[in-house]
């Protein structure tokens, strides 16, 4: 009997977790399995079965991701991928991706997203590195806010249980909006991550709040003593909606006692915290990596929606369709056309344009991308880079 393919039941959800355990090197205790329900619809996973036992999981989240220019679009954020080590190369993986790219099709989702465990296996499947994932480190010790800014010393405080959780749903709605890849967060989500956030993890404290009127961050305390205290502050998420918010925390963050190292796995790759210090030096980065994949499955719905850097009229031919891009300034569109390409490119490079994380100029130069011009490539730079540069907040 052959693999099967369907859609999970809530008698199948013990053992879809332990199989997506399973792919990822992790044993789930019931507890976990009991609470990572609530995130879960099952309608939009997909198992691979094979004599009763489920060999292969991969399924999406439902949100909305903002678009260049502050435009927000449904997408399908594909996680859980993976297949047991007793059948892999059985093409599982491409029948589930393809079943969970079908379901998202059926729902009207122009994008799919996903954060990659490998970088080897999504560009088969359509998926482009769209952001920079940036991991820094900062000496507490040495790093000083310049002393000629307006810090507004009494904007901050602390908040605990559910005035915290309360505090940071209300402030992510606003500030999702202020930068492309970041996404809605439904209330199931936040009572997850927010009961995550209340324990201890990895030899971590539970997470500390800090809420500003327009922002807010999160970190744990990493505890280490050497005769003289070392502790590292583990910056969970930072959130700043305006830049007095952004300026009253770093200013808040940097003053915690007892800290050595400020650690953060998800500042965006344009944090501005360096150019408000007196001395750069201290803020280091440590890894500089992708950070979420794009698959624009309907570009005449994606590239419709966004905002551009300039009033022009570009053809893109993806995969031999071409699509005419053109904007006024003000409104937008994206329609199938016959016209020469202006530029040529394959459907896994679409993502970075879609959110103007890479330069066509950079595609072009890692041979993803040809222009027809050197004109086009400078006008194609100045069209789809426009605003903050895309990151993704929310690890899915």
């Known amino acids: 009997m052959g693999i099967e393919y369907r859609i999970p039941t809530d008698a199948d959800w013990p053992a879809m977790v332990r199989a997506d355990g399973r792919a990822f090197g992790e044993v789930p205790t019931e507890a976990q399995i009991a609470e990572r329900r609530s995130t879960v619809d099952l309608d939009r996973f997909r198992i691979a079965v094979d004599d009763s036992q489920i060999v292969g999981v991969a399924g999406s989240f439902a949100f909305d991701v903002t678009l260049p220019g502050g435009a ?9 991928v993976g297949v047991t080590a007793t059948h892999r190369r059985r093409g599982i993986v491409t029948e589930l991706m393809r079943l969970v790219h079908q379901d998202a099709d059926d729902r009207g989702e122009p994008i799919a997203m996903l954060f990659a465990s490998e970088g080897g296996i999504y560009e088969r499947f359509g998926y482009g590195i769209a952001s920079t994932m940036r991991f820094v480190e900062i000496d507490r010790t040495t790093a000083r806010l310049r002393p000629d800014l307006p810090v507004d010393r009494d904007a901050v405080r602390y908040v605990e249980g559910d005035d915290a959780r309360d505090h940071l749903a209300a402030v992510w709605e606003g500030h999702r909006r202020t930068r492309a890849g970041e996404i809605s967060r439904d209330p199931a989500w936040h009572d997850f991550v927010h009961e995550l956030r209340e324990r201890a993890a990895d030899g971590s404290s539970a997470t500390f709040h ?17 005769g003289r205290p070392m502790n590292t502050l583990e910056l969970v998420e930072f959130v700043p909606v305006t830049a007095q918010a952004h300026l009253d925390l770093w200013h808040t963050i940097l003053g915690v006692d007892l800290v050595a190292t400020v650690a953060s ?5 344009d944090e501005a915290l360096p150019m408000l210090l007196t001395d750069v030096r201290p803020f280091a980065t440590t890894v500089a990596k992708d950070g979420f994949w794009a698959n624009v499955l309907d570009p005449g719905v994606a590239f419709g929606a966004r905002t551009y850097g300039t009033a022009d009229r570009l053809v893109v031919e993806v995969d031999g369709v071409r699509w005419a891009v053109e904007s006024d300034g003000d409104e937008s569109s994206c329609r199938r056309v016959r016209t020469r390409p202006d530029l040529v490119t394959d459907g896994s490079s679409m993502g970075a344009l879609l959110f103007g994380g890479v330069r066509p100029s950079t595609l072009e130069h890692g041979r993803r991308l040809t222009a027809r011009t050197d004109d086009v490539l400078r006008r194609a730079d ?3 880079v426009v605003g903050p540069a895309p990151h993704c907040s929310t690890w899915f």
């Open 72 to 80: 927000t679009a449904p997408a399908a954020g594909v996680t859980w």
């Open 382 to 384: 100045a069209m789809f």
């Open 265 to 269: 796995r998800n500042l965006p790759p």
């Open 210 to 226: 800090l809420a500003h009127r327009d922002g807010y961050a999160a970190y744990r305390i990493r505890s280490k003593w050497t």
